[in-house]
């Protein structure tokens, strides 16, 4: 069974500052209307994720809530992995091949650079930097989620907001 993973960056967040930890920064007014917009389309082109897992970093988590409103999923059904944070790729590795062998569809939402990081790993595709608010959908044949790792998908598309918003 084909299983697909969709990696979103966090959509823009407030500036980093003294008075507020990285931990609890949130998303701006850009950033805001960035997982609107993917949420949106998601949805048009029909995708269907199984299961939402976040970093429980303030941005990333809110631009997790506002996709999983656009297809009416409860912010209780957003899963948190606290090492999506600050684990690294291999926290990342560990939320998927944790994940339950029902879903075929999983979106995770994290942060750079470990989230670029982590695509370019399994897909071997070469992305750069992963845009603010953007989505990497990697694909894998005849696996289970426990057997990812390391060049065992295909990056079959990477959409940006900007490049939604192009299209509307």
Request: aromatic content about 10%; overall charge negative.
């Given at each position: 069974?084909?299983?697909?993973?969709?990696?979103?960056?966090?959509?823009?967040?407030?500036?980093?500052?003294?008075?507020?930890?990285?931990?609890?920064?949130?998303?701006?007014?850009?950033?805001?209307?960035?997982?609107?917009?993917?949420?949106?389309?998601?949805?048009?082109?029909?995708?269907?994720?199984?299961?939402?897992?976040?970093?429980?970093?303030?941005?990333?988590?809110?631009?997790?809530?506002?996709?999983?409103?656009?297809f009416k999923v409860s912010v209780d059904?957003?899963?948190?992995?606290?090492?999506?944070?600050?684990?690294?790729?291999?926290?990342?590795?560990?939320?998927?091949?944790?994940?339950?062998?029902?879903?075929?569809?999983?979106?995770?939402?994290?942060?750079?650079?470990?989230?670029?990081?982590?695509?370019?790993?399994?897909?071997?595709?070469?992305?750069?930097?992963?845009?603010?608010?953007?989505?990497?959908?990697?694909?894998?044949?005849?696996?289970?989620?426990?057997?990812?790792?390391?060049?065992?998908?295909?990056?079959?598309?990477?959409k940006t907001p900007k490049q939604v918003?192009?299209?509307?």
């Open positions: 069974m084909k299983k697909t993973l969709i990696l979103v960056r966090h959509a823009t967040a407030e500036d980093q500052s003294f008075r507020i930890k990285d931990f609890d920064r949130n998303l701006n007014s850009k950033g805001l209307s960035e997982s609107l917009a993917m949420g949106k389309w998601l949805v048009q082109e029909g995708v269907k994720p199984d299961a939402f897992v976040s970093s429980p970093a303030s941005r990333a988590f809110k631009t997790a809530e506002i996709i999983a409103g656009q059904d957003i899963q948190r992995q606290e090492g999506i944070y600050d684990g690294g790729p291999r926290a990342y590795l560990q939320a998927v091949n944790n994940a339950s062998e029902q879903y075929s569809t999983l979106i995770l939402f994290g942060h750079n650079p470990d989230i670029t990081y982590f695509a370019e790993y399994l897909s071997g595709a070469s992305i750069g930097s992963m845009k603010k608010g953007s989505a990497a959908f990697i694909e894998f044949k005849n696996q289970k989620w426990e057997e990812i790792s390391a060049k065992t998908g295909d990056l079959v598309l990477y918003r192009e299209e509307e």
